[in-house]
T-cell receptor, first 117, second 109 residues
Framework: KAGVTQTPRYLIKTRGQQVTLSCSPI?????VSWYQQTPGQGLQFLFE???????NKGNFPGRFSGRQFSNSRSEMNVSTLELGDSALYLC????????????????FGPGTRLTVL | SQQGEEDPQALSIQEGENATMNCSYK?????LQWYRQNSGRGLVHLIL?????REKHSGRLRVTLDTSKKSSSLLITASRAADTASYFC?????????FGAGTRLAVHP
């Protein structure tokens, strides 16, 4: 099976612009999660989608949004970019829907490196 | 907020030596997972240990879990230069994982 793919791999934007990142999960996986990784804050959860529904969102401003399509592919959007949004954005998919006991193995994509100038 | 906290933050060893990383967490968990990240790349799942397990092996990896102390350890035996990476523990919180700050492991030839 193909792994999780993310596009683009690298992106350079300027402050005030917006950006859309894409993630294709492993075939058959319906849960997609997004994480932001920065040197200062580490890995932080952004949001999770299952069956086109956002089920959970991390502590990020409303400039960060996402969606999931019927084929489980997901996109995240960041509007009005700030310098602090520079980060590695990781997408992960999992087979189990993440019930009260939490998700089992999450499979991560290679990430999108976003640089905001 | 970070649930898992790894110790040490950085570890430097020679090839062939063993590397031990520790993780502490705060709340009750269903399972604990370890991931590896090579420089600036995606995370690779290494091993998952459930709350009713005390020890688990996978190749050169050995993970222990002590739920009474809310801690876990990852042991890499006979390390290789290719093991150079950052290692993270992660605990589930409903439908997301909460990661620790990670341990940076450098294995020198």
């Amino acid at each position: 099976k193909a792994g999780v793919t993310q596009t683009p791999r690298y992106l350079i934007k300027t402050r005030g612009q917006q950006v859309t990142l894409s993630c294709s999960p492993i075939s058959g996986h319906r849960s997609v999660s997004w994480y932001q990784q920065t040197p200062g804050q580490g890995l932080q959860f952004l949001f999770e989608y299952f069956s086109e529904t956002q089920r959970n969102k991390g502590n990020f401003p409303g400039r960060f949004s996402g969606r999931q399509f019927s084929n489980s592919r997901s996109e995240m959007n960041v509007s009005t970019l700030e310098l602090g949004d520079s980060a590695l954005y990781l997408c992960a998919s999992s087979l189990t829907p993440g019930l009260a006991g939490g998700p089992d193995t999450q499979y991560f994509g290679p990430g999108t490196r976003l640089t905001v100038l | 907020s970070q649930q898992g906290e790894e110790d040490p933050q950085a570890l430097s060893i020679q090839e062939g030596e063993n590397a031990t990383m520790n993780c502490s967490y705060k709340t009750s968990i269903n399972n604990l997972q370890w991931y590896r990240q090579n420089s600036g790349r995606g995370l690779v799942h290494l091993i998952l240990i459930r709350s009713n397990e005390r020890e688990k092996h996978s190749g050169r990896l050995r993970v222990t879990l002590d739920t009474s102390k809310k801690s876990s350890s990852l042991l890499i035996t006979a390390s290789r230069a290719a093991d150079t990476a950052s290692y993270f523990c992660a605990t589930p919180d409903y439908n997301k994982l909460i990661f620790g700050a990670g341990t940076r492991l450098a294995v020198h030839p």
